[in-house]
């Protein structure tokens, strides 16, 4: 039995619970929360409340059976549960989403409460006095999103109330069938209301662009947008929309949608596709979507070849590629080395399939950037370690051959297994080493991550104490800039954040507290790596404007 009261206008009712015991796993619908089993790191498992983003139907892949063929004997004796013939995406409550993950229905604690998404308030469209055309209609972003995640909803399984909450799920994957006691509308009644709002698009914007019959953008074979990106943000005269009606309203609101490589309406509505990748002989877990070919996304583990970046669904088929695969460091010019530490340049043009291979590794890790398989406007340049096996992949970034607003990185990542050793800054510091060289000041494109956010503050604060410290006579913002090749607005905003700024006689000087002098000098000591420019042999790469045209 569902617990719910009536709803009332300006008051938030609570969500509706449904008691343990008392439901199945049919019933369990995206956008519902309950307590799933996860594991934990002694070993033992711990049941936390998680939310389903997304229900899809378990496959059985072909590649994973040849794999476990000879190695399960006992388990293949034991049938399968009827439970676990679905797979859910959960996001675990109060945890970072790169913790996201798919789990078998098995997992579900479906003797505790359930929750259901709070029901949608009564909105009097149409009726009542106050009844009327709005004065402008919403941006065509927000209705885009909106459809995004409706649709998302309609495709991934049925809920029981109207939610305005967030549903998120992909649109090819069909979810269990719905308890007999839920119903929901036919598909023709969804199509006519579909086809109704769209011609009221059609009538009040002729020159947009058009929308699919399910009212979502055209998307290519590969998952992308086939023509341009469009707008989240909202338009200076109008509201932006309420929190409710998307769950990553706040996460978007912090991107900048201009630039290479923007966040798009289709990536909001997704959900990770891959469970663990192999490279070498680290095994990860994948973070966000990426997509990679769609039969690979019930695999277990994706099999990653770390020099050429190609992917394989079984061990089998990796070694076999291994054999015949000659390459030992990525397919550029070598234009740095010190140590065991080698930086390749990489055009995107002439090396597309192994940069698309990259981009499609690095959205495994990267969730506000969108993936184009046109890397052609992009230069690579790669960090690599070496050892007697080869040059193996640390992290890289990329770099627009032609930035309008001088962006020095498009996209930056140190790989996981590499992370917190310090490579991320050796990244930042050289990418400004290639700006020094080039003249110019630089600074990476916006939105930055949360982890690269944090690497970037680090490296301005310490490089920009660094100069301060080596510097006796006076020395203003853009003596600053000059030095170090970073802009004038992510100085101020850096001397901001350390509280450098101070009013003294009528003037703002720049000093240094006590406070900073001894967190600097704790960071200088514990960093080991650094970028020597005399180790550098590179000139900037000059392009004719036919060069530039990109098809």
């Known amino acids: 039995m569902v617990s719910a009261h009536p709803s009332h206008e300006g008051s938030q009712e609570p969500a509706p619970i449904t008691p343990g015991g ?20 002694d070993g033992s498992e711990e049941e936390r409340l998680a939310e389903i983003l997304s229900i899809r139907d378990k496959h059985a892949n072909s590649f994973t059976r040849r794999s476990t063929a000879g190695n399960l004997k006992e388990e293949e004796q034991e049938p399968p549960k009827p439970e676990d013939r679905w797979e859910y995406f959960v996001h675990w409550d109060q945890f970072n989403k790169r913790l996201d993950e798919w789990v078998v229905g098995s997992r579900l604690v479906l003797n505790r409460d359930l929750e259901w998404p709070r029901p949608k308030p009564p909105s009097g469209k149409k009726s009542g006095i106050g009844a009327q055309k709005a004065p402008g209609k919403a941006p065509r972003s927000q209705s885009l999103l909106k459809k995004a995640t409706a649709n998302a909803a309609a495709a991934a399984s049925p809920t029981p109330f109207s939610t305005p909450g967030p549903v998120i799920g992909l649109a090819e994957y069909h979810s269990p069938s719905p308890a007999p006691s839920l119903k929901r509308k036919s598909f023709q009644e969804e199509q006519e209301e579909e086809e109704e709002e769209e011609e009221e698009e059609e009538e009040e914007e002729p020159e947009e662009e058009d929308l699919d019959a399910e009212g979502e953008m055209d998307v290519d074979a590969e998952g992308e947008l086939e023509g341009e990106t469009y707008d989240l943000a909202a338009s200076p005269t ?89 390459l030992l460091h990525p397919p550029g010019n070598e234009i740095y080395r010190h140590d065991d530490i080698s930086f390749f340049e990489l055009d995107g043009k002439r090396q597309l399939t192994w940069c698309r291979n990259l981009s499609l590794l690095s959205k495994c890790f990267l969730d506000h950037k969108t993936l184009y398989y046109d890397v052609t406007p992009f230069m690579y340049y790669v960090m690599t370690q070496r050892d007697a096996n080869g040059c193996h992949i640390i992290g890289y970034f990329s770099k627009e051959k032609e930035s309008a607003e001088n962006y020095n990185v498009a996209c930056i990542l140190t790989l996981p297994q590499y992370q917190r050793h310090g490579f991320g800054k050796v990244l930042i510091e050289f990418s400004y080493e290639l700006s020094k060289k080039e003249g110019k000041l630089g600074s990476p494109e916006k939105p930055l991550s949360d982890l690269g956010l944090l690497s970037y503050r680090a490296y301005w604060a310490e490089v920009i104490v660094e100069v301060l410290l080596n510097t006796t006579d006076d020395i203003s913002i853009d003596d600053i800039a000059q030095k170090t090749s970073i802009t004038h607005a992510d100085i101020m905003n850096t001397c901001t954040t350390l509280q450098l700024f101070k009013h003294y006689k009528g003037q703002h000087i720049i000093c240094l507290s006590d406070a900073v002098l001894e967190k600097h000098e704790k960071t200088r000591n514990k960093r080991r790596r650094r970028i020597h420019p005399e180790r550098l042999i590179w000139k900037p790469p000059v392009f004719t404007r036919d060069q530039l045209r990109f098809y």
Request: aromatic share 12%; charged share 20%; net charge positive.
């Open 22 to 41: 008392t439901y199945s796993i049919q019933t369990v619908s995206v956008g519902c929360k309950l307590f799933v089993r996860r594991p934990t790191a």
């Open 238 to 326: 109008e509201a932006p929309p309420s929190v409710t009606a998307f769950s990553k309203e706040q996460e978007i609101e912090k991107l900048r949608t201009s630039g290479s490589m923007t966040q798009s309406i289709s990536e909001v509505a997704r959900v990770k596709n891959l469970n663990r990748l192999q490279i070498g002989k680290h095994e990860l877990d994948a973070w966000y979507f990426s997509p990679y070919p769609r039969e690979y996304a019930h695999l277990p583990v994706l099999y990653i070849c770390e020099f050429c970046l190609s992917y394989f669904p079984s061990s089998f088929m990796l070694a076999r590629h291994r054999h015949r695969c000659t």
